[in-house]
């Protein structure tokens, strides 16, 4: 079992951060596009080899991210048509996330074994995530959920001020 956090810089041209171990260590290095179509974010280790890219699709009717780890297309998230909540359906064989991900207060199992947990830490300047996974293994999948679920939302919250 292995205790990260994910803690996002309020003021960051660039959208860079680190995920830490509980020591304060960087595990890893997450780096967002500034002002590049399609908008994408490269997650690397502390060797400095990619983990992961996130990519927002740019030509779409609702919007779509594409999580590949280590080159390979893992994860999908895609927003579904809804009149009022946003709803969204996170597609990655058999991962599952159970909980409120929305609030970022969540469960994620693999074939229904719990795999890690994930909790927002509400008294903090910037977001702050704590990440307790349990399967070392699936560190780097949990990781790049957690920063493309994170994405979805920031996301959201900028498609919802510009229309308002």
């Known amino acids: 079992m292995q205790q990260l956090y994910m803690k996002q810089k309020v003021f960051s041209i660039g959208e860079k951060f680190t995920v830490t171990d509980d020591q304060e260590n960087p595990i890893y290095y997450v780096e967002g596009s500034f002002m590049q179509i399609p908008k994408t974010f490269e997650?690397?280790?502390q060797n400095g080899d990619n983990v992961c890219t996130i990519t927002k699709k740019v030509f779409s009717l609702l919007?779509?991210?594409?999580v590949d780890i280590e080159g390979q297309p893992t994860i999908t998230i895609i927003k579904e048509f809804t009149l009022f909540k946003p709803r969204y359906t996170i597609d990655s064989g058999d991962i599952s996330v159970t909980g409120d991900w929305w609030d970022m207060d969540f469960e994620v199992s693999e074939a229904g074994s719990s795999i890690a947990q994930i909790n927002k830490k509400w008294f903090s300047w910037g977001d702050t995530y704590e990440i307790t996974v349990f399967d070392d293994d699936k560190?780097?999948?949990?990781?790049?959920l957690v920063v493309a679920i994170d994405r979805v939302?920031?996301?959201?919250?900028a498609s919802s001020s510009s229309s308002s």
Do not use: G, N, T
């Open 153 to 157: 939302k920031a996301d959201q919250a």
């Open 43 to 45: 997650i690397y280790d």
């Open 139 to 144: 560190r780097d999948l949990i990781v790049s």
């Open 63 to 66: 919007p779509k991210f594409f």
